[in-house]
């Protein structure tokens, strides 16, 4: 039973264009969501994190996008460049204590010269 | 600063045989995680410790599986026996604090576990 779904496997971007990477959630309890990129052979390193109080995090060319009311998250890349090629992962926690994270699946971003 | 060092990076191993994950969180850090990848299920967390005791292992799959934190720089996760199925790429982490909330939690480079 995924709690934190991320329904698109692969997703292909030409270089420039806007990457949008979309996530939905199930446990209403998650009040904190984070974006995890990982390259090959690498662990998932911290990208941005948005918290429930707020609907926009912006930091340089990544921007999330909170929709308490729908339970989706998104992450935008803005231009999109050779090196965002990664599987991105989609993350929450709840409950205000040391939970952990839940994660999705990923989704990996191709982008295309 | 040295970050979250993982051994063995890949294991092959026979099916029934022990398996033994090595993980050193980075110094000062409270909170270690075992996560396991798989293209299944994506990121799942097994087990979490905090200052060495374990808090939550409602993630580890069965009894086969057990992980240990002797002291704050060091945490083994155990596979006894090993099945094909176990085959994945076995994450640790640490963090200061929970990890959220602008605790961010930092990510091994993996063990890449394959039984046959």
């Known amino acids: 039973d995924q709690q934190v779904k991320q329904n698109s496997p692969s997703l292909s971007v030409q270089e420039g264009r806007i990457s949008i990477l979309n996530c939905d959630y199930t446990?209403?309890?998650?009040?904190?969501f984070l974006w995890y990129k990982k390259y090959p052979a690498e662990g998932p390193t911290f990208l941005i994190s948005i918290s429930s109080i707020k609907d926009k995090n912006e930091d340089g060319r990544f921007t999330v996008f909170l929709n308490k009311s729908a339970k989706h998250l998104s992450l935008h890349i803005v231009p999109s460049q050779p090196g965002d090629s990664a599987v991105y992962f989609c993350a929450a926690s709840g409950g205000g204590g040391a939970d952990g994270l839940t994660f999705g699946k990923g989704t990996h971003l191709i982008i295309q010269p | 600063d040295a970050g979250v060092i993982q051994s063995p990076r890949h294991e092959v191993t026979e099916m029934g045989q022990e398996v033994t994950l090595r993980c050193k969180p980075i110094s000062g850090h409270d909170y270690l995680f075992w996560y396991r990848q798989t293209m299944m299920r994506g990121l799942e967390l097994l087990i979490y410790f905090n200052n060495n005791v374990p808090i939550d292992d409602s993630g580890m799959p069965e009894d086969r599986f057990s992980a240990k934190m002797p002291n704050a720089s060091f945490s083994t996760l155990k596979i006894q026996p090993s099945e094909p199925r176990d085959s994945a790429v076995y994450f640790c982490?640490?963090?200061?604090?929970?990890?959220?909330?602008?605790?961010?939690?930092?990510f091994g480079e993996g063990s890449w576990l394959t039984v046959v």
């Open positions: 446990n209403s309890m998650f009040d904190y």
């Open positions: 982490a640490s963090s200061l604090g929970t990890g959220v909330y602008g605790n961010t939690i930092y």
